[in-house]
């Protein structure tokens, strides 16, 4: 959930539903704000099943904001992570419960197409950036939480 958002709602308005994920894909998508040189990672963690968003962190490329979205996916009793070779991932997740290839991570690879597609601003070659980091997660999370809604919407 959204920590800013949170701190403006009232307990009693807020719905909020933990189910069991027993596997995870994981990766992180690169974009910057204002200039390159200032690089903003997305890491998000999908159901590797549904490929429904589970938690995602916005942060540097560092094993602290791993450690982040680790955090947040622990309450959903995650039995088995899909990643690439990052090494974050290696000196993080026990390797019982880690698998690295792109075989297993195509769900989320896709959903970075489709964010890249949709967000310009995350776009690698492009005109188009965030000026501000505030805005540049907002409109992540905003199509995010619109795309997951139309999906249900959809189905």
């Not at 490329?61 to 690439?84: C, N, S, V, W």
């Not at 090494?87 to 890249?116: C, N």
């Amino acid at each position: 959930m959204n920590a800013r958002l949170r701190h403006t709602l009232d307990p009693p308005q807020v719905n909020v539903i933990v189910r069991q994920v027993e596997q995870a894909e994981i990766d992180e998508m690169w974009s910057c704000v204002g200039r390159k040189s200032q690089q903003r990672w997305l890491w998000h963690a999908i159901d590797h099943h549904t490929g429904q968003i589970v938690a995602y962190v916005f942060g540097t490329r560092e094993d602290e904001t791993f450690l982040q979205l680790k955090e947040l996916l622990a309450p959903f009793g995650i039995m088995h992570f899909y990643t690439d070779g990052w090494g974050a991932y290696r000196r993080h997740l026990d390797p019982s419960t880690h698998t690295v290839g792109k075989q297993q991570t195509q769900k989320i690879e896709r959903k970075h197409l489709t964010f890249r597609t949709r967000i310009k601003r995350l776009t690698r070659k492009t005109i188009c950036f965030s000026r501000s980091i505030l805005m540049h997660d907002l409109v992540i999370c905003c199509v995010k939480s619109t795309s997951t809604k139309l999906k249900h919407h959809l189905e």
